[in-house]
């Protein structure tokens, strides 16, 4: 049991330097996600995956939803640094109560403060690492 933590202790303090040295630190702020929803990389089985990414001015990035009745919205969220700016997508499910999987490709327009930024992060949902969409120009 100790062997397991003392593993856990070193990639979490890995990460962690990795993370401060490289320049992209935490959120600022805690993100207002909404309502759930999942980044989807590979929506057909064996197919590549695809993350998110930047095209132009837009983040574009397939993601999957519970829903079906409603109308459902998303937007950007964000919070700039002097040189990183943290995106993250906020759901906003328009009290949807039908249980349907859905998935969709968003195309969301960056913000202006964002578009500046050297370094762009999204932050998702589920706590994992963001995806770090430009490291430098």
């Known amino acids: 049991m100790m062997r397991q933590n003392s593993k856990s202790f070193g990639l979490y303090a890995f990460l962690s330097i990795a993370v401060l040295a490289s320049g992209c630190e935490p959120a600022p702020v805690a993100p207002a996600y909404g309502a759930p929803y999942e980044i989807i990389l590979n929506d057909s089985p064996g197919g590549p995956d695809v993350p998110p990414r930047l095209h132009g001015d837009r983040l574009l990035t397939t993601l999957s ?48 403060p964002v578009r500046g930024a050297n370094v762009i992060a999204l932050h998702v949902p589920d706590g994992t690492a963001p995806y770090i969409l430009r490291w430098g120009r």
């Open 65 to 112: 939803y519970i829903g079906g009745c409603a109308d459902h919205q998303f937007e950007l969220g964000y919070a700039v640094r002097p040189d990183t700016a943290h995106i993250w997508i906020a759901h906003k499910d328009g009290d949807d109560t039908c249980d349907a999987e859905l998935t969709d490709e968003l195309h969301l327009p960056l913000p202006l």
